[in-house]
């Protein structure tokens, strides 16, 4: 199968004809072809969006909010071809893609939906001047958006939807990784009547499709889901024409486990957050830090709980960890275990490639706990982005304090015990966007998101998500 770009309310092929191979990685083999876009591919859809834009932006919060609207209520229709079709592209779960991905892509578009008709400019009287100070939140105009592998749909909608409701015209572009579901949106998009030129979709590698959107100057803002070294090279490009930009990027986030806290939650909880899509969400808690009293007691637990995991094909209810996305993904992954047995790391559960039967060149790991002595070594130091969790014990509240913030990523934290003044004051503490406390990844939609230190700059989410693709005018 083909996918096409989506430009201008069309499918095309790329304008110099170049595919890129497009893997199922359950069975490691190729099921498809994706444009390998170039600038004039990204030229094209720049020229779409500029000449929808006067339109668009001037479309009433109404009629946006309708089309949106319709966005979700498609999605919701086709959520098992959705979910069925982002499970063969990325290797996760069938199960996950249908409680969680696709659902969220409805919900992303359906909030904003009702977001833009709650969202205003302000006025602020000068008392006794017989003034009046008006703050008016405009459109950019074309923005870019560009997102990554791991949760495919999920994270391409939560840009593209604040970014069509604010008033722009959207160059968007998936990873080349997981193109899929992308593709299938544009449809959607269509059948619910949005413009053509409001949304294009550009697919193609992050070098040189990625990059033709981050160089061309009349994208004026970039919202930007991915890797750290990516997020600091794009704003190194932008920084010299003053794009707006959102960096959304890498984590290794502690999960610190108290002895007072309620056990069995914390247990299950654990395993989803070490584990959950193959361990490939940034807001994993990839770094376990547990109270030294409970610290022989959780091992054993967890060891036995991670064990009873089915790793298998993706397509299987019953699955609970699918596939690596990629080759190279498994590799570096796999890599990071080597590493870990020459650091002294101890393996305490997993560490090899699985077959799995009538699937065997997909690309599965099994969950892995590996025990280090030092949050210094490279496995705590390094974002691995799969199925590998490292476990080590602390004493005190200085010391897990310490352990947690010592690293150059500051995305999310999880703190697991009953004691408040505990909780307040590690809340305040933790150099992270988000703290979880007692659970993991909850989150209403209406709330800032995004990370400090190396994690990135910038907020999406809600209304945060409107300020940043707007831009701000006062007058008086
Ligand atoms: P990546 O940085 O390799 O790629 C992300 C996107 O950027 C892809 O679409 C890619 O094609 C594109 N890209 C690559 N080079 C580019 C360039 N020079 N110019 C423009 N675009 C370019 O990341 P990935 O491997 O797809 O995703 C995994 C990373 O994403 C992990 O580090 C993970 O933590 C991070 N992530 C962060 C969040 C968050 O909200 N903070 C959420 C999900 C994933």
């Known amino acids: 199968m083909k996918i096409q770009n989506y430009i201008n309310g069309e499918f095309l092929p790329p304008v110099a004809d170049r595919w890129i191979e497009n893997y199922n990685p ?69 199960s996950l893609a249908t409680q969680i991905d696709i659902p969220r892509a409805a919900s992303n578009f359906q909030f904003f939906a009702n977001a833009i008709t709650q969202f205003s400019s302000e006025a602020h009287e000068s008392v006794g001047l017989n003034a009046v100070n008006f703050t008016l939140r405009q459109p950019i105009g074309v923005v870019g958006c560009i997102s990554p592998w791991n949760l495919p749909l999920y994270l391409f909608t939560w840009k593209i939807a604040p970014a069509i409701a604010a008033g722009n015209c959207v160059i968007a572009k998936p990873s080349e990784v997981t193109p899929m579901t992308a593709y299938l949106l544009a449809e959607i998009t269509k059948d619910a009547g949005l413009p053509k030129g409001v949304l294009n979709i550009v697919h193609g590698l992050g070098t040189s499709t990625g990059q033709a959107i981050v160089e061309h100057k009349k994208i004026k803002a970039i919202s930007f889901t991915g890797g750290t070294t990516t997020g ?9 024409m003053f794009k707006k930009l959102s960096l959304e990027l890498g984590g290794k986030n502690p999960n610190i486990i108290f002895a ?27 770094r376990i830090f547990v109270e030294e009293k409970i610290y022989e007691k959780f091992k054993k637990d967890f060891v036995q709980k991670v064990s009873e995991l089915k790793v298998g094909n993706p397509l299987e209810e019953s699955t609970n960890i699918g596939a690596l996305v990629s080759k190279e993904h498994l590799e570096k992954v796999k890599s990071y275990i080597d590493i870990a047995e020459n650091e002294g790391g101890k393996i305490l559960f997993g560490g090899d490639r699985i077959a799995v039967k009538g699937s065997e060149n997909g690309y599965y790991l099994q969950p892995t706990i590996i025990e280090v002595a030092s949050n210094q070594c490279r496995l705590n130091q390094e974002e691995i982005f799969g199925p590998v969790v490292t476990i080590m014990p602390f004493k005190t509240d200085e010391e897990a304090l310490q352990l947690a913030n010592d690293v150059k990523y500051g995305l999310s934290a999880t703190l697991w015990t009953n004691n408040l003044n505990r909780t307040l004051q590690f809340s305040k503490q933790l150099h992270v966007g988000i703290v979880w406390v007692n659970t993991w990844l909850m989150r209403d939609l209406r709330t800032p998101f995004g990370g400090q230190k190396e994690s990135g700059i910038g907020r999406e989410g809600g209304f945060e998500a409107l300020r940043f693709l707007q831009n701000l005018k006062i007058y008086v």
Not at 64 to 92: C, H, P, Q, V
Not at 232 to 240: C, G, L, Q, T, Y
Not at 260 to 286: H, P, W
Request: charged residues 30%; proline residues 4%.
């Open 232 to 240: 600091a090279h794009i704003a190194r490009v932008a920084a010299p």
């Open 26 to 94: 359950a069975i490691g083999e190729v099921y498809g072809q994706i444009p390998d876009s170039t600038k004039e591919d990204v030229e094209k859809a720049v020229e779409a969006a500029e000449k929808a834009f006067p339109s668009w932006s001037n479309t009433t919060l109404t009629r946006r909010s309708e089309i949106l609207s319709k966005i979700a209520d498609l999605i919701k229709e086709k959520l098992t071809f959705l979910a069925e079709s982002e499970s063969k592209d990325n290797g996760k779960p069938v």
């Open 260 to 286: 007072d806290c309620d056990y069995d939650k914390m247990l299950e909880t654990t395993v989803r957050s070490s584990f959950a899509n193959q361990g490939q969400i940034c807001l994993c808690g990839s």
